[in-house]
C-alpha cells in the first residue's frame, strides 16, 4: 500500500508546486507597502534566507525590527508618532511578508528538482 501512495503523494506535491507563484528565485526583495499604516515600509527589503530586513545599506535581524521601524520613523517614512499598536502591525506584516517570501522560494527549489 505506501509504494502505491508514496508515488501519488509526490505526484501531487510536485503538481501544487507548480500552480501559483512565479519563480522567486534567492535574495532580497521590497517589503509589500500596509494599507491604512502610518508607516511606508515599501522602502526596506525582506532578506528571508539571510533572516534579514536591509534599509539604506544597513542590515536589520529579525529581532531589530523595532530599530528598523525607528530609522524609518527617523527618515521620515512614518508620521511622527507611531503607538504600540502601530508598531505591532509593522512587526507583524513585515515578518509574515518575510514567510511568504520564504515560502515561495522553498516551492520553487521543489520545482528545481
Excluded: W
Excluded at 501544487?16 to 522602502?43: F, M, N, T
Excluded at 523595532?66 to 517614512?77: E, N, T
Aim: negative net charge.
Amino acid at each position: 500500500m505506501k509504494k502505491i501512495l508514496l508515488p501519488i503523494a509526490l505526484f501531487a506535491v510536485l503538481g501544487l508546486a507548480a500552480c501559483g507563484d512565479d519563480v522567486v528565485e534567492a535574495g532580497c526583495e521590497q517589503a509589500d507597502p500596509i494599507e491604512g499604516s502610518k508607516c511606508d515600509i515599501s522602502v526596506a527589503e525582506l532578506c528571508p534566507e539571510e533572516e534579514l530586513y536591509k534599509y539604506k545599506g544597513k542590515e536589520y535581524k529579525e529581532d531589530e525590527i523595532d530599530k528598523l521601524i525607528d530609522a524609518l520613523q527617523k527618515d521620515g517614512h512614518c508620521q511622527a508618532t507611531l503607538s504600540p499598536e502601530d508598531r505591532a502591525k509593522i512587526r507583524t506584516a513585515l515578518t509574515s511578508q518575510a514567510k511568504r517570501l520564504l515560502d515561495r522560494i522553498r516551492v520553487n527549489a521543489i520545482r528545481a528538482i
